[in-house]
């Protein structure tokens, strides 16, 4: 199986050949590819060379953390990048952004109130946990709508606070 | 004379005291909260006891309940740890009431460091340089402040009266904003002391956090070990420290009177037992009394690598009325120690805390290398307590030595299940500036990008891109085994729905 693998802008070709082969270029790589105690951490051996790193999927790819940097890294296959190409590979930021709680933790503040319009970077709500006060901003322009917390709130990882349309 | 000594802390702190204990031949006793049952110090204490839920208000700071588990179990001291109730002048003198030895300083000496305005006067008294500021004079309202903040000149802090470790602290860099940011510190202070006082102090700028580690004994003798570099520090909370300071470097005289200052400042307030003085540095090398810990340090293990003196026992020690086992003389200083703070933190989601269990752990080890921690695999890191979960000390011949020590080991550390911020002390390891000792307290946030960072090797990207093809192969193959199998119950496509759902 092909794929291209996408990480800081570069395209790199990558092909599967079996499970212990891949192919780049014209190099033919053999490797050794096992998840070390459950995921999400990972060895690979690569022409005798040994890496480990941790791999967790994200939005739209993947994040390798490797000797101490985080790579992002957007996977393919060549169809799926066919596809994309005709429709366009422009995503417009569109659809509701739900914030969500990152971890448990008490709503000290909701410093917006629905219907009111913010900016990218604005704050929208202040979540308290391991003592620390934590500010949530907003990935993007848009409008507040449905606050579902108020402060004094206890919420668990992942709830719903708000959502920006 | 006691032998059995109730630790009223979590965490690694706790199991470095019951260490300490333990080879002094002393009996343990643990205290937890409902959220600790599993945790190491509940493991290794000889005895251990419930508290209450997890919050600390109803647990770690119930001195009430601790007092009476004490008295209860026999224990005839409490080592109170950093934080919690270490820095809590009633706790002390309840101890004593009780008749319980508390391994820390006199209640009044907590009571006159601890109130910072009191601290301040008193060690200025005795000649030890102080910031302006208006701590002094006592809890001010808004408009005062507003009113004073001119005279002092801009930028400056706010700080919170009971605060530390950066709490309730904002800083002010013109008169616009200082409205809005003192109502953010006052609340922030409220949350976290239960007491929204704040007060001003001038900003030093490039100014360096240096600190005096103090011992001092109850028949009047006190040294000083040295000096710890803590300037690395983000949001004032202190990253990694490291002892020498490389600023001081070879500056032997300027050590000398910071340690001779430190040791005025503890015996002005009759300071017993281990202490430390922290100093604010500018670039011309005037320093400034900030204020005094009256308690262990989160960074006392860089001073006992450079010293080989394990201060924990000499504060045991202390408590017990024996006098120091050093003169000023007998204190030596050999090569140099870096500790890097481990926290449950993603350093490329702007710190976010990160909760969860730590399913898989290998810790660094080797020469040279020392871990304290408190977690291991199967361990919940919860919201409720502090994000340190480890502190990573080496020690090297050299500052170079230690550095790449800490290279070295920072690399073998490996915790899955949570995130950390192991990258960042990479990435610190690899900064020039770093390297160079060339940083001050704001330094991480003004000039350093986690994005941007130095070092990382060339191929590493394609490494990195392999890698994630390989994992989202495997995961599509998965997939395409789960959608051919056909005895299902119902259709493949609620299946594939399913399993899609699961992996979000």
Do not use: A, F, T, W
């Given at each position: 199986m092909k794929y291209i693998a996408t990480t800081d802008e570069k395209e790199i070709g990558i092909e599967i050949v079996d499970e212990h082969h891949v192919r780049i270029g014209d190099r033919l790589i053999a490797v050794d590819f096992v998840a070390l105690s459950d995921q999400p951490l990972y060895s690979l051996i690569v022409d005798g060379k040994s890496y480990e790193a941790y791999i967790y999927p994200e939005e739209g790819g993947w994040q390798v953390l490797l000797m101490g940097r985080l790579y992002h890294v957007h996977v393919e296959d060549e169809r799926e990048k066919r596809l994309r190409a005709a429709a366009g590979s422009k995503v417009a930021e569109t659809g509701e952004f739900h914030l969500k709680a990152p971890m448990p933790g008490l709503v000290v503040s909701v410093p917006v109130s629905e219907g009111q319009s913010v900016e990218k970077g604005d704050v929208l709500v202040i979540l308290e946990s391991m003592k620390m006060q934590n500010e949530l901003k907003s990935p993007r322009a848009g409008t507040v709508s449905r606050i579902r917390v108020k402060p004094g709130d206890s919420v668990e990882q992942r709830q719903t606070l708000l959502s920006v349309v | 004379m006691f032998n059995k000594v109730l630790i009223a802390n979590r965490g690694e702190i706790a199991v470095r005291i019951l260490r300490a204990c333990r080879e002094l031949g002393l009996e343990t006793v643990a205290v937890y909260s409902e959220a600790d049952r599993q945790a190491l110090h509940v493991r290794y204490a000889d005895e251990a006891y419930l508290l209450g839920p997890a919050p600390s208000r109803e647990s770690y700071l119930r001195g009430d309940k601790i007092i009476e588990i004490a008295k209860k179990c026999g224990a005839g001291a409490i080592h109170p740890g950093y934080g919690f109730l270490a820095e809590r002048e009633d706790f002390a003198e309840a101890c004593a009431e009780a008749g319980i030895v508390f391994i820390g300083p006199k209640p009044s000496a907590i009571a006159a460091m601890g109130d910072k305005a009191v601290a301040r006067a008193t060690v200025a008294k005795s000649g030890v340089p102080v910031v302006p500021g208006t701590e002094d004079v006592g809890d001010l309202s808004d408009e005062e402040l507003l009113a004073l903040a001119p005279k002092i000149g801009f930028p400056l802090l706010i700080k919170a009266t009971a605060g530390g470790g950066g709490k309730g602290m904002r800083e002010v860099r013109s008169l616009e904003e200082m409205p809005t940011l003192l109502q953010s510190a006052r609340r922030e202070a409220e949350a976290a002391f239960g007491d929204g006082n704040v007060y001003l102090e001038k900003l030093i700028e490039g100014a360096r956090h240096i600190e005096i580690q103090i011992l001092a004994d109850q028949h009047g003798n006190v040294i000083h070990l040295g000096e710890r570099e803590c300037s690395l520090q983000r949001r004032h909370q202190k990253l990694i420290e490291e002892s020498p300071s490389p600023f001081i470097g070879t500056d032997e005289d300027l050590r000398q009177r910071m340690g001779e200052v430190a040791v005025r400042a503890a015996q002005a307030v009759e300071y017993v037992n281990a202490g430390t003085i922290e100093f604010l540095v500018d670039k011309d090398k005037n320093f400034y009394f900030l204020e005094m810990n009256t308690r262990l340090q989160v960074e006392h293990p860089v001073t006992e690598m450079v010293t080989g003196i394990d201060i924990v026992k000499e504060q045991i020690r202390i408590a017990r009325g024996r006098q120091l086992s050093y003169t000023q003389e007998d204190v030596s200083f050999k090569g140099h120690a870096i500790e890097c703070r481990i926290n449950a933190e993603d350093p490329f989601n702007n710190f976010m805390p990160s909760t969860g269990r730590i399913t898989h752990s290998v810790l660094p080890t080797g020469p040279g290398v020392r871990v304290d921690t408190s977690v291991y695999p199967g361990f919940e890191i919860t919201?409720?307590?502090?994000?340190?979960?480890a502190k990573l000390i080496v020690w090297g011949e050299t500052r170079g030595q230690a550095i790449l020590r800490m290279r070295r080991a920072l690399e073998e550390y490996r915790i899955v299940g949570i995130r950390t911020n192991i990258p960042f002390h990479q990435m610190m390891m690899d900064s020039t500036r770093f390297i160079a000792g060339q940083y001050d307290t704001r330094f991480v946030e003004e000039r350093f990008d986690i994005e941007k960072a130095e070092g990382g090797s060339d191929e590493a990207p394609q490494i990195a891109a392999i890698m994630a093809t390989l994992a989202a192969h495997q995961q599509t193959q998965r997939a395409a085994h789960v959608v051919r199998r056909a005895e299902r119950d119902t259709s493949n496509w609620k299946w594939l729905g399913r399993w899609e759902r699961l992996q979000r």
């Open positions: - | 919201p409720y307590y502090d994000p340190l979960i």
